[in-house]
């Protein structure tokens, strides 16, 4: 179902999205990014020389509720990979719901980890 599809994000949620762009651009110097991430707040995007984006969400850190790796679904729709996942047990911790320029679902894996689904819509 995923086998062809590539990791391109891993986010975290921070306390301080000012703090975190400082030491991500100053400290360990990688290309930072700020985008508008409207009712989400804004989204800060910490570029690898790997293609790995680092997305960085200000919100509640707790232990558990990140890092989450990101699964892009730009060759397919989120809808019948959700359904699939559902089919097979799998436990859905968001449903389908409007992201940043797109789509966006979260489930766990069978130790309670949780991976997203995105789909850009843009």
Do not use: C, W
């Amino acid at each position: 179902m995923l086998r062809q599809t590539k990791v391109t994000n891993i986010f975290h949620y921070v306390a301080d999205i000012d703090r975190t762009e400082a030491f991500y651009r100053d400290v360990l110097q990688l290309e930072v990014e700020r985008q508008d991430g409207g009712e989400h707040g804004d989204i800060l995007i910490a570029k690898t020389a790997g293609g790995l984006d680092l997305l960085f969400f200000q919100g509640e850190v707790r232990p558990g509720n990140s890092p989450v790796l990101v699964f892009d679904l730009a060759e397919q729709p989120i809808e019948p990979v959700v359904e699939h996942l559902v089919g097979h047990g799998s436990t859905i911790v968001t449903p389908v719901s409007p992201a940043p320029g797109g789509k966006t679902a979260d489930f766990a894996d069978p130790d309670g980890h949780v991976l997203s689904l995105y789909q850009p819509t843009e």
